[in-house]
């Protein structure tokens, strides 16, 4: 089991590091993975000039999964858009074909009083986000900024194929059928014919699930309900751009972006998983920043790509003790509770396992 590691900027190389004890911890038990570090983001245009550079595109394409970091920082601002590192992070989407993005958002009941929200709207939420991660308004041409008539123009293009359609809906409903049975498709049908090209193809997909109920929702009411009764949901499907959004306001009903994993799947399953925070550069080097996101990507990793499941179970069992023995990172603390930096939160998940 091939393993490329892009620990990126900022935080990403302190949480990558307790993720990959994890990994070792596995490895005694059996587990053979073999880890080659890569850039990706930042510290690639730092060595190479580029957010993606070539090399990486090999060793990823290689690999049988990739574990990342975080990428970005105020250094990188100012580049021209080819050189950000946000670039890099679309750009390793695209080469591998990343198209299904799996965002669970999970509120641990040790965490209920973490959200902004009231503990009884969120106690219990278990929601997963499937984002359409490849196409959409994100890679749609033309795109660019130019002169008409004088002035500047900004435009974009939402596309979708039903291929491409096709092949998500899938991926939500297979998921949905291994939770509660229940998918909610969301869209903008009624402005956008993209979208309403996404819910036909959603809708005849369905034919194949009869084993599960589907509804659906237009964006701007899914963004409500969200915050109104988040639990109605089980598997939300969505394109690139709404699942951006979407899941950043998920993951804040769990109150702590520092927890949540994420899996960018091919069609084969070969996956990229990274925790959804970004590369916090403002806590970098500091020994302060959460690594439960990365070590419950690093569990995903496990489940997804190399059908671990019992190891994957395991490392996430490791971090619900941890919470339950009240150890938390300052992002979740709350008083009463043992602060800890992030080596301590790895020492302590390896304890559990
Ligand atoms: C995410 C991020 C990225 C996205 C950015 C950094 C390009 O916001 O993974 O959600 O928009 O997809
Ligand atoms: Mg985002």
């Not at 130019?146 to 096709?166: C, H, K, L, P, W």
């Not at 963004?223 to 939300?236: E, N, T, Y």
Request: charged residues 25%; contains cysteine.
């Amino acid at each position: 089991m091939k393993i490329a590691v892009l620990a990126g900027d900022g935080i990403g190389p302190e949480i990558i590091a307790q993720a990959l004890r994890v990994l070792d911890a596995l490895k005694h038990d059996g587990l053979n993975f073999e880890l080659e570090p890569g850039l990706l983001g930042g510290c690639a245009v730092d060595a190479t000039g580029e957010p993606f550079p070539e090399e990486t595109n090999k060793l990823v394409t290689d690999a049988d999964a990739v574990l990342l970091g975080a990428v970005g920082g105020p250094k990188y601002d100012a580049l021209p858009r080819a050189q950000r590192p946000e670039r890099g992070l679309l750009g390793i989407r695209k080469a591998l074909n990343l198209f299904a993005n799996l965002r669970p958002a999970i509120l641990y009941p040790e965490l209920a009083n973490a959200s902004t929200l009231k503990p009884e709207v969120v106690a219990g939420l278990d929601i997963m986000i499937v984002r359409e991660l490849t196409g959409d308004i994100y890679f749609g041409e033309p795109r660019g900024i130019e002169q008409r008539d004088g002035q500047r123009v900004g435009f974009n293009t939402m596309i979708y194929s039903e291929a491409e359609i096709r092949r998500i809906a899938q991926v939500a409903f297979n998921t949905a059928r291994k939770r509660n049975g229940k998918l909610c498709s969301v869209d903008k049908m009624n402005v956008l014919e993209c979208t309403q090209l996404w819910r036909d193809v959603v809708i005849e997909t369905a034919k194949d699930y009869p084993d599960v109920t589907l509804s659906h929702m237009l964006v701007d009411n899914a963004a409500m309900q969200l915050i109104r009764d988040p639990k109605q949901f089980d598997v939300m499907v969505t394109g690139n751009m709404f699942g951006d959004i979407l899941s950043d306001e998920a993951s804040m009903l769990t109150g702590s972006i520092g927890m949540l994993p994420s899996a960018s799947l091919d069609e084969n399953n070969k996956g990229l998983f990274e925790p959804i925070h970004g590369s916090a550069p403002d806590i970098a080097g500091k020994n302060i920043a959460n690594p439960l996101a990365t070590i419950l990507s690093l569990a995903m990793m496990l489940r997804y790509t190399f059908n671990q499941e019992d190891a994957a179970l395991r490392v996430e069992n490791a971090v619900k003790k941890v919470l339950s023995q009240n150890l938390r990172t300052s992002d979740i603390f709350e008083p009463g509770m043992q602060q800890i930096g992030t080596i301590e939160m790895g020492d302590a998940v390896l304890k559990n396992l």
